[in-house]
């Protein structure tokens, strides 16, 4: 089945690994309206990091419309995600999101850094 999201292959591989892991709700659920759910679902279970599909209009997307959130949707999933992770993990990894548009690819936006890193 297309757009499955495994929140358990999340968990074994952060038992199995060093490495981090990132969880992909965009292309694990195929639809804009489980993104939030399934990006704090991924990180109850102690995801590193997200990838998240951000695109100015969605609707007109050559590719990835339907998995992809519009700039205010990405601002609401990770203020959702950022409070479901303050008891969880830190969200400090840095997450750069990259679209290609008509003038080729733009940040989108990228995460705080921890203190530490900095």
Known sequence: ??????LA???LALDLSHLPVI???????????LIAAVSRAAVAVGADGLVIEVHPCPERA?????????????EKVMRFTERAAASNFDLGCVIALLRRGSR???????????PEAD
């Open 23 to 33: 969880a992909d709700p965009s292309h694990g659920t195929g639809k804009q309206s």
């Open 1 to 6: 089945m297309r757009n499955t999201i495994d």
């Open 104 to 114: 080729g690819w733009n940040r989108l936006r990228t995460a705080r850094s921890t």
């Open 62 to 74: 050559l590719s990835d419309g339907p998995q992809s959130l519009d700039f205010a949707g990405f």
């Open 9 to 11: 292959a999340v968990a």
